[in-house]
């Protein structure tokens, strides 16, 4: 078997099998035009991501990720579900139970809830062109009134709130991540288009917090015409982070 797909909640899931497992596992939680349905998905429809998911699933790994309710944008329900959706393959799969987590953009948001919930054990943290917080990367849609009001129509349906309301819950968080000296970090930034390099100089600024702090994050500057080699990049830094098991 392949691939298995099946529901949690009102949402469809998908784990990938190696043919020769190593006994590791990564969770994906995808950007905005990530999506699970009952046969297929967009890791297996896009031809980049497949051929990243084919890089994972050949050096043995188990893939697994959700619909997460779509846009979910950071939303508590979608982090429930992606904690719902480990507990079920930690139970179901033979699987070391410290995995691998590979975030892409607003992915990022879930993720880092994931690192700071003492329940879930992530062995190490990948971030493709991460976001790090709500309030700020509202900011940086303002310039753009047709994107900004689409965001804000994504927030709402998310978050189930009007924008004001997530609006005063969020100005107080911070645009630092929560990373801690135990779980490394790999963040890989792809220089494609005006926003990734205006995400890049804020990345640059927060590295050098991270440098201080003596953090285990590293940062990858990568071309467009390279990503295809984000899936060996990835693994290549996960299996430093598979010795002690």
């Given at each position: 078997?392949?691939?298995?797909?099946?529901?949690?909640?009102?949402?469809?899931?998908?784990?990938?099998?190696?043919?020769?497992?190593?006994?590791?596992?990564?969770?994906?939680?995808?950007?905005?035009?990530?999506?699970?349905?009952?046969?297929?998905?967009?890791?297996?429809?896009?031809?980049?991501?497949?051929?990243?998911?084919?890089?994972?699933?050949?050096?043995?790994?188990?893939?697994?990720?959700?619909?997460?309710?779509?846009?979910?944008?950071?939303?508590?329900?979608?982090?429930?579900?992606?904690?719902?959706?480990?507990?079920?393959?930690?139970?179901?799969?033979?699987?070391n139970n410290s995995f691998?987590?590979?975030?892409?953009?607003?992915?990022?948001?879930?993720?880092?809830?994931?690192?700071?919930?003492?329940?879930?054990?992530?062995?190490?943290?990948?971030?493709?062109?991460?976001?790090?917080?709500?309030?700020?990367?509202?900011?940086?849609?303002?310039?753009?009134?047709?994107?900004?009001?689409?965001?804000?129509?994504?927030?709402?349906?998310?978050?189930?709130?009007e924008i004001k309301q997530?609006?005063?819950?969020?100005?107080?968080?911070?645009?630092?991540?929560?990373?801690?000296?135990?779980?490394?970090?790999?963040?890989?930034?792809?220089?494609?288009?005006?926003?990734?390099?205006?995400?890049?100089?804020?990345?640059?600024?927060?590295?050098?917090?991270?440098?201080?702090?003596?953090?285990?994050?590293?940062?990858?500057?990568?071309?467009?015409?390279?990503?295809?080699?984000?899936?060996?990049?990835?693994?290549?830094?996960?299996?430093?982070?598979?010795?002690?098991?």
């Amino acid at each position: 078997m392949e691939s298995r797909n099946f529901r949690l909640d009102t949402e469809w899931n998908v784990i990938h099998y190696p043919e020769k497992p190593n006994g590791f596992g990564i969770l994906v939680v995808g950007d905005e035009r990530h999506f699970v349905n009952n046969s297929t998905s967009f890791w297996t429809q896009n031809e980049g991501k497949r051929s990243v998911l084919n890089t994972w699933k050949g050096e043995g790994y188990t893939v697994f990720y959700s619909n997460l309710y779509g846009k979910h944008w950071g939303s508590e329900k979608a982090v429930d579900l992606a904690m719902r959706l480990c507990s079920h393959i930690m139970r179901n799969e033979i699987l070391n139970n410290s995995f691998h987590v590979v975030a892409e953009g607003m992915g990022t948001l879930v993720a880092l809830k994931l690192l700071e919930n003492s329940g879930i054990r992530i062995r190490s943290l990948a971030l493709i062109n991460p976001i790090f917080s709500l309030s700020g990367h509202l900011e940086q849609e303002k310039e753009n009134k047709f994107f900004y009001k689409k965001l804000v129509a994504e927030l709402e349906t998310a978050y189930e709130t009007e924008i004001k309301q997530l609006l005063a819950r969020i100005d107080s968080e911070g645009n630092s991540p929560p990373f801690n000296h135990e779980t490394p970090v790999k963040i890989i930034h792809v220089l494609s288009g005006n926003r990734a390099y205006k995400q890049s100089n804020n990345l640059k600024s927060l590295s050098l917090q991270w440098e201080k702090e003596k953090l285990p994050v590293s940062i990858s500057y990568v071309l467009p015409e390279k990503k295809l080699q984000l899936g060996s990049q990835i693994t290549h830094f996960f299996a430093k982070h598979e010795r002690v098991l």
